[in-house]
Every structure is written in structure tokens, then in C-alpha cells.
């Protein structure tokens, strides 16, 4: 989520609201670093000319290495940010589940839909929250927001029950559904294509980093369009509170929210 907190916040014009980016993009770096870089290292080394680690630890054990360091560090990461709300709390389960699903020898078809299996939680998840007229995208975009005071989340969730906005966050919630659906089903393919050798054989390990090092990128891509897409509905819908007057990240935000919905 990281990538569309950057692309929504990267427009703050003072000095604190540069820091702010540069403290994102650390955490951007931070976030490929452990997700992607050191899993897919450990499951493929030789061209990098690093140890191979499956001599000591065997296949095995390295592939259980490789899904469980990205738990830890989102466990890590979600604790030291103290930010508990129903989608924090869906990713931080997100990754646990791949962390024991990672202790599990599966190859082929079980090792595809294994691969696929996050993104169709989220769409479960999508799915049950507009029934349940509490869409998911409300609660990231509290969270992009960050209002810093008792009185500015009253503002907030004023602002979000309006019925403009709440539209906008159905149909971004939706948004978030469709890119779960084309995340998982990329994955998927990817998987049946890529990673063809039975569980814990040499080779195998190779193939599944050879496998990840597609899915990641399009995950990236589907994030900035589909969450950038939706987080620009939210905000329009916002703004548009305000009189088009100011973005939540501008000075007057507050001030003008909390003049429209007083009035």
C-alpha cells in the first residue's frame, strides 16, 4: 500500500511535507527490500555469485526462509506504525497466512492457486464490505488521510458519510476488487507457466524467484493504477466538500471540512 500513499502525498508543497515523502520513499525501499529483493536472493543466489544457503539449510528450509522474512517484516513494520483498522488488519493476516502457507510442499496446480490465494481474500473482502455498506477503501483512505486530532477524524468520518463520498468509495472499493481479480489471476498463470519441477527438487527454488520477479512488478503496476485511481475518486469526492477549495493535504483542508459539513 505503501506505493499509493507515495503517488497520493508526493504533491505536498512545504518543507515537512518533502520530509514526509522522503520518510515514504525509505519505506517504499524498505517494503521491496524485504517483500522481494532478500526472498528472491535466498531462493536464487548463483547470479548474484552469493552462498547458497539450501547447502545448510536444504530446499526446504530456504523456501521457508524466503516467506517467512517478509511476514516479519510487515509484523514489524504494522507494529511500529500502531495503525490497527479492518485493512491493516487484512494485510497483517494477509501475511501471516503466506507465512504458514510457505511451510506447506506444494507444486503445480496446489502451488498456483497458493500463489493466487491473497488476492482472492481480497476480493472476498471487497465483496462482504460493500454489502455491508462499510467499504474497504474507507478505512486505507483514513489511513492516507491521517487525521492528527480527536477533532479532525470527527471531521473525517463527517465527510466520508456523505453520500457523495460514499459512492466514491463503493466504486473504489470495486477498483481494488478488479485489480485483486487481475493480480491473481496474473499470478496464477505465472505459476503454471514458470514453475513446472515437483516441490523441494533442485531447480525448484529458482523457478519460483524466476516466478515472483514477474508477479512483483505487475503487482506494483496494478497498485499505482488501481489504488491511484481509486484514491483520486476519494479525493475528488472530498475536495468537492470543500467547494474544490483544498486537498486534504493542503493547510486549509480542515478549516474548509469543517466549514461545509457545519453548515
Same mark, same amino acid.
Request: glycine share 8%.
Given at each position: 500500500m505503501l506505493y499509493t500513499e507515495v503517488v497520493l502525498k508526493s504533491a505536498k508543497p512545504t518543507t515537512s511535507g518533502r520530509r514526509v515523502v522522503w520518510q515514504r520513499l525509505v519505506r517504499l525501499s524498505l517494503d521491496v527490500v524485504f517483500t522481494f529483493v532478500l526472498p528472491y536472493v535466498l531462493l536464487n543466489p548463483i547470479p548474484f555469485g552469493l552462498p547458497d544457503l539450501s547447502l545448510s539449510l536444504g530446499n526446504y528450509g530456504v523456501y521457508v526462509l524466503a516467506g517467512v522474512l517478509p511476514t516479519l517484516y510487515i509484523v514489524l513494520d504494522t507494529l511500529h506504525r500502531k495503525v490497527l483498522n479492518p485493512f491493516s488488519l487484512f494485510l497483517l493476516a494477509g501475511a501471516l497466512s503466506g507465512a504458514a502457507v510457505s511451510f506447506l510442499r506444494l507444486d503445480? %496446480?496446489? #502451488?498456483?492457486?497458493?500463489?493466487a490465494l491473497h488476492s482472492a481474500l481480497l476480493v472476498l473482502v471487497c465483496g462482504v464490505s460493500l454489502l455491508l455498506r462499510r467499504p474497504l477503501f474507507e478505512f486505507l483512505f483514513y489511513g492516507l488521510v491521517s487525521p492528527e486530532t480527536p477533532q479532525r477524524k470527527q471531521l473525517l468520518s463527517a465527510a466520508l458519510s456523505r453520500p457523495q463520498v460514499r459512492?466514491?468509495?463503493?466504486?473504489?472499493?470495486?477498483? %481494488? *476488487?478488479?485489480?485483486a481479480l487481475l493480480l491473481g489471476t496474473v499470478s496464477y498463470a505465472v505459476a503454471i507457466w514458470l514453475v513446472t519441477l515437483p516441490f523441494g527438487v533442485a531447480g525448484f527454488n529458482a523457478q %519460483? *524467484?524466476? /516466478?515472483? *520477479? !514477474?508477479? #512483483?512488478? /505487475? /503487482?506494483?503496476? !496494478?497498485? !499505482? !493504477?488501481?489504488y491511484g485511481a481509486a484514491g483520486g475518486l476519494t479525493l475528488q469526492a472530498t475536495r468537492r466538500l470543500t467547494g474544490g477549495r483544498a486537498w486534504p493535504w493542503q493547510e486549509g483542508f480542515w478549516a474548509e471540512l469543517e466549514r461545509s459539513t457545519s453548515g
Amino acid at each position: 500500500m505503501l506505493y499509493t500513499e507515495v503517488v497520493l502525498k508526493s504533491a505536498k508543497p512545504t518543507t515537512s511535507g518533502r520530509r514526509v515523502v522522503w520518510q515514504r520513499l525509505v519505506r517504499l525501499s524498505l517494503d521491496v527490500v524485504f517483500t522481494f529483493v532478500l526472498p528472491y536472493v535466498l531462493l536464487n543466489p548463483i547470479p548474484f555469485g552469493l552462498p547458497d544457503l539450501s547447502l545448510s539449510l536444504g530446499n526446504y528450509g530456504v523456501y521457508v526462509l524466503a516467506g517467512v522474512l517478509p511476514t516479519l517484516y510487515i509484523v514489524l513494520d504494522t507494529l511500529h506504525r500502531k495503525v490497527l483498522n479492518p485493512f491493516s488488519l487484512f494485510l497483517l493476516a494477509g501475511a501471516l497466512s503466506g507465512a504458514a502457507v510457505s511451510f506447506l510442499r506444494l507444486d503445480g %496446480v496446489a #502451488f498456483a492457486l497458493k500463489d493466487a490465494l491473497h488476492s482472492a481474500l481480497l476480493v472476498l473482502v471487497c465483496g462482504v464490505s460493500l454489502l455491508l455498506r462499510r467499504p474497504l477503501f474507507e478505512f486505507l483512505f483514513y489511513g492516507l488521510v491521517s487525521p492528527e486530532t480527536p477533532q479532525r477524524k470527527q471531521l473525517l468520518s463527517a465527510a466520508l458519510s456523505r453520500p457523495q463520498v460514499r459512492r466514491a468509495l463503493g466504486w473504489a472499493t470495486g477498483l %481494488v *476488487a478488479l485489480k485483486a481479480l487481475l493480480l491473481g489471476t496474473v499470478s496464477y498463470a505465472v505459476a503454471i507457466w514458470l514453475v513446472t519441477l515437483p516441490f523441494g527438487v533442485a531447480g525448484f527454488n529458482a523457478q %519460483v *524467484a524466476r /516466478a515472483h *520477479a !514477474l508477479t #512483483f512488478p /505487475a /503487482a506494483i503496476i !496494478l497498485d !499505482l !493504477l488501481f489504488y491511484g485511481a481509486a484514491g483520486g475518486l476519494t479525493l475528488q469526492a472530498t475536495r468537492r466538500l470543500t467547494g474544490g477549495r483544498a486537498w486534504p493535504w493542503q493547510e486549509g483542508f480542515w478549516a474548509e471540512l469543517e466549514r461545509s459539513t457545519s453548515g
